[in-house]
């Protein structure tokens, strides 16, 4: 189990600690359905579902907290996969978000979803733009530098991943 829990260590305790649960206190792997599904072949493409359903739930959350303080709601939400891109709004007003920022800590998530609903009231970068972030995000400057110093982290290849890991276990 030493793949599962290496993983679980650098990328989910941020999510575990969102969800309110303090991962001193309690062994995380509770909370996975079927933690013997990841030594399946299918490994990555399990956890890469499961990452994106809790990213799905997580978007939720918070664009069901902000979004009525800022009087917009989206059309659609989509959670997308792309290498360079955390988030967008399209000129139909649908939001998209890359599932990679759930590995991320929770004020990033909340950013990046609050500087997609107030593109839906101003669309440009304008200062305008920043101030209503900030006012809803008061984290947002942080998380900005977070991304910027640690996005790269988040588009790790959970195949390959998993396949090193593996490796290194075998003797
Ligand atoms: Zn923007």
Not at 11 to 19: I, M
Not at 36 to 42: A, M
Not at 65 to 77: C, M, N, S, T
Request: one cysteine or more.
């Amino acid at each position: 189990m030493r793949v599962e829990q290496s993983l679980l260590a650098e990328s989910w305790n941020p999510s575990y600690a969102a969800l309110g649960f303090d991962p001193d206190d309690t062994d995380p792997l509770f909370l996975m359905p079927a933690v013997n599904e990841l030594v399946s072949t299918d490994a990555s493409g399990w956890l890469e579902n499961w990452l994106r359903r809790l990213a799905r739930e997580q978007i939720a959350h918070h664009i069901a907290l902000i979004g009525p303080r800022l009087q917009r709601a989206p059309g659609k939400v989509f959670v997308m996969d792309q290498r360079t891109k955390w988030g967008n709004c399209s000129a139909l007003g649908n939001l998209s978000f890359n599932w990679r920022l759930v590995m991320a800590p929770d004020d990033v998530l909340r950013y990046i979803v609050t500087h997609e609903l107030v593109h839906l009231a101003i669309p440009d970068h304008s200062t305008r733009f920043w101030l209503t972030v900030r006012s809803h995000c008061p984290g947002s400057e942080r998380a900005r530098q977070w991304l910027a110093a640690n996005g790269h982290r988040l588009t790790v290849d959970l195949a390959e991943r998993l396949a090193g890991e593996n490796a290194t276990d075998t003797p």
